[in-house]
């Protein structure tokens, strides 16, 4: 997958989750989670990316959370 492509998608989500009237609505490919919780752990895995590689080689990975916010082991 390009650079182009994740930039595309990346878009497209956020234009979805804009244009949501409610942001507690069911994910139908996700039933158990719903629109505020894909979003945030969505974005979870971006900051987390972005805080690897801005910490370079050889660095702890940051620490992941669930999609409420709570930490994970």
Do not use: N, Y
Not at 2 to 18: L, V
Not at 28 to 47: F, Y
Not at 49 to 57: E, S, V
């Amino acid at each position: 997958m390009t650079h182009d492509m994740i930039d595309d998608r990346w878009a497209a989500f956020r234009a979805a989750i804009a244009s949501a009237p409610d942001l507690d609505v069911q994910v139908p490919t996700c039933p158990d989670w719903t629109l505020r919780e894909l979003a945030q752990h969505i974005g979870d895995g971006r900051r987390r990316q972005a805080a690897t590689i801005a910490a370079g080689p050889g660095a702890e990975p940051p620490a992941r959370t669930d999609p409420k916010g709570a930490p994970t082991a």
